[in-house]
């Protein structure tokens, strides 16, 4: 659902956008997933309406979702029923919101493929994820994208993290391909750990719509949960929340100075060395932040990147909102280090 571009007939300018949400999170301390979880963060969202808004035709909403760890014991069904021998418990596991038109949608399809197998990475196969497209309203409906996902293996020898250092390299190969070839794909996440399920409605029809949350076999020890409140920028499919790595109120004032700052930086990207070697990194890894993603998905943008260089989440979102410090005479100014991928 593209954005319209500023022009001389209308007011509209996106660096003037803000939202205004409502968001929670549901964890279980020791670790144990279950179904409950998942219903609590459900219920919990639909209680935070008033936190939305919803257009004329009674549905569509400014965009709602949840964030959960991968639910291994679906997947494990999933392989099962197609006589799949991976082991799910070390899956990664993509969302995306594809074209709606055929063509375009193999053609995307096509690209996740070409990326993964650059990356090293292995498709173990498609899987269309199930919706009742009649929980949504007629707005939503009409701008509605087709919803894949795909479940990746992991190469012998990648840990945790390394896996998803490559996953992360795979999603910017997959986007330059989308944007190469005017492909209208999103990949809302692809990940070793964590998938979303979002779109435009409301939070008490997410459960509604995307059938695999009614599903027992969805189980998970956190939620991250968000309705979200469009004060004067456009809803899309691709700007509900959560997003890869936060759920956020928006309101930053600061936005456009800070992609500045990202976009200088982006020329001292780096990948390890002869770690695909034929692609330069500054043309891989950038740019950095999505230009018709909102300030929140922004922020997200550069979260990712910090952590999946190396850094701890608290360590990440320390230097992307720092406390005042101009006052504290026993803090240390540093110059920033450059932003480098680590060798897996």
Known sequence: MPLPKPDATHLYDPRFEHDACGIGFVARISGEADHSILHMALDALSNLEHRGAVADDAKTGDGAGVLTQIPRRLLARELEQRNLTADPQ???????????????RIAAQQAIVAALSATGLGLVCWREVPINADALGERARSAMPAFVQALVARPGGLDDVAFERTLF????????????????????????????YKGLLLGSHLADFYLDLHDPAYTTAIAVYHQRYSTNTFPTWERAQPFRMLSHNGEINTIQ????????????????????????????????????????????????LLVIAGRDVPHAMNMLVPEAWEKIPDLPIRCAPTISITPV
Not at 270 to 281: F, I, K, Q, R, T
């Open 90 to 104: 070390t899956l990664g596991l993509g969302m995306f919101f594809l074209p709606a038109d055929e063509h375009q």
């Open 169 to 196: 390299v795979a999603r910017k190969h997959m986007e330059a391909a989308f944007s190469a070839q005017n492909l209208a794909a999103y990949v809302p996440s692809l990940s070793g750990r964590t998938v979303v």
């Open 257 to 304: 100075g800070n992609a500045n700052w990202m976009r200088a930086r982006e020329a001292v990207l780096a990948l390890p060395e002869n770690w695909l070697a034929d692609v330069p990194a500054g043309d891989l890894l950038a740019p950095v932040l999505d230009a018709s993603g909102s300030d929140s998905a922004k922020l997200d943008n550069a979260l990712e």
